[in-house]
């Protein structure tokens, strides 16, 4: 598949560039994708949620009322998690919901979020650029040049770049990433997906590695 290469400034640049068919065009799969995004979604989990237990509540042991005769249920001390201010029967406990996925599993589900992108026009390739300084009305002079100021954009940049990273990451729907963080919530989640031009060469390498 062939994408005209554009300026920042949203100029044609009059060249074109052929989206890799490993990574563009392959049969996408679905399940792979669905793997991916949970994965990357339990793995943004803290899991630091905590609720006492009947053993950690601050409280009498005494028992509060005889075994039998009162005619209500047997009860024991203050901390019975059927009182108010009890301990809580079987309540979340930290705990880690990251899990394990294959690599060739990621790379699928990645190449599979790149073909759609692909297959839906929502790929857009820039040339090679920078700021000289980091504004964040550069970066939205930059959407509204390629008219994406109302979409949720994902720009991939080859390696980091401090000028461009700080000048795009206060603007509301619009992420900078680098080639190496490229990941399929990312991708799927954004309506338009900007590559810089030479980025290509280095995402096709990473995800076409045996």
Do not use: C
């Not at 409280?59 to 009322?65: F, M, R």
């Not at 008219?147 to 994902?154: E, G, H, I, R, V």
């Not at 461009?164 to 309506?191: C, F, L, P």
């Not at 031009?197 to 045996?210: A, C, H, Y």
């Amino acid at each position: 598949m062939d994408i005209a290469v554009v300026k920042h400034s949203g100029e044609k640049t009059g060249r074109k560039v052929n989206l890799s068919t490993e990574v563009f065009g392959i049969e996408p799969n679905d399940h792979a994708i669905w793997l991916d995004v949970k994965s990357y979604l339990a793995n943004q989990r803290q899991g630091t949620h905590k609720s006492k237990q009947r053993n950690e509540i601050s409280g009498s042991s005494k028992k509060i009322k005889k075994q039998k005769g009162t005619g209500g249920a047997r009860a024991g001390n203050i901390k019975n998690p059927q009182f108010k201010g009890g301990g809580r029967v079987f309540g979340p406990q930290p705990r880690d919901y990251s899990f394990k996925l294959n690599k060739k599993v990621k790379d699928l589900a990645r190449k599979s979020a790149l073909t759609y992108k692909a297959k839906d026009n929502s790929i857009a390739i820039l040339e090679d650029f920078n700021f000289d300084a980091p504004k964040t009305k550069l970066y939205i002079s930059l959407l509204q040049s390629l008219s994406f100021q109302d979409k949720k954009t994902l720009l991939v940049l080859p390696e980091a770049n401090q000028n461009i990273v700080k000048s795009g990451r206060n603007i509301q729907n619009a992420k900078i990433i680098t080639v190496s963080q490229i990941n399929t919530y990312d991708v799927m989640n954004a309506d338009q997906l900007i590559l810089v031009e030479s980025s290509l060469s280095k995402i096709d390498t990473i995800l076409n590695k045996q």
